[in-house]
């Protein structure tokens, strides 16, 4: 049997395909951008939470230990190193919200961004981690850093009280 070779294409190979496509033919072109915009719509508050919370309760402190100590140019203590690993961590979800603004889809870029939210603080609230002993105040610096930029960015004073109601409802020690 055969195997159908669009299942056996890498991410970037259909990157150009797309591309191509749409440079041949608009009405096609249209349609994927179509496609995309709807794909880009579905937002997960509670999926993208889970990710979160998952991500960085994997953090090892095997690892932290591993990385913190004595440097060539100087020492990185374990508390220091543990916010880097934190930032590191999260850093894909605080450009996601970045990247939704950047698209003009603020909706988007207030939801994303309360997903995100909300799986920092449930690891900081619930987590086990060795790791989150090392990493006490980080949580909270990480996600007022998110909360910061979103809000910097948004100039709707509706999305504004809608974070504000969701984070007492969702995160009420941080709201």
Not at 65 to 78: I, L, N, Q, V
Not at 101 to 106: E, F, I, N, Y
Request: aromatic residues 10%; glycine residues 6%.
């Amino acid at each position: 049997m055969k195997t159908k070779l669009i299942e056996k294409i890498s991410g970037d190979e259909a990157l150009k395909i797309l591309r191509r496509l749409a440079e041949k033919d608009p009405k096609i072109g249209k349609q994927i951008e179509n496609m995309a915009e709807q794909i880009l719509k579905e937002i997960d508050i509670e999926g993208i939470s889970d990710e979160v919370y998952f991500v960085l309760d994997q953090i090892q402190v095997e690892e932290l230990w591993d990385r913190a100590g004595p440097k060539r140019d100087g020492y990185t203590s374990p508390e220091d190193m543990a916010v880097e690993m934190m930032e590191e961590v999260l850093e894909p979800y605080n450009e996601g919200v970045v990247r939704y603004l950047k698209l003009g889809m603020a909706e988007e870029a207030k939801l994303y961004c309360m997903g995100v939210l909300k799986g920092i603080y449930q690891f900081d609230q619930e987590s086990k981690s060795e790791f989150k002993s090392w990493a006490i105040d980080v949580g909270g610096e990480c996600f007022g850093y998110l909360l910061r930029k979103w809000q910097h960015e948004t100039n709707k004073e509706d999305d504004l009280i809608e974070m504000k109601q969701f984070l007492k409802k969702e995160c009420p020690k941080w709201a």
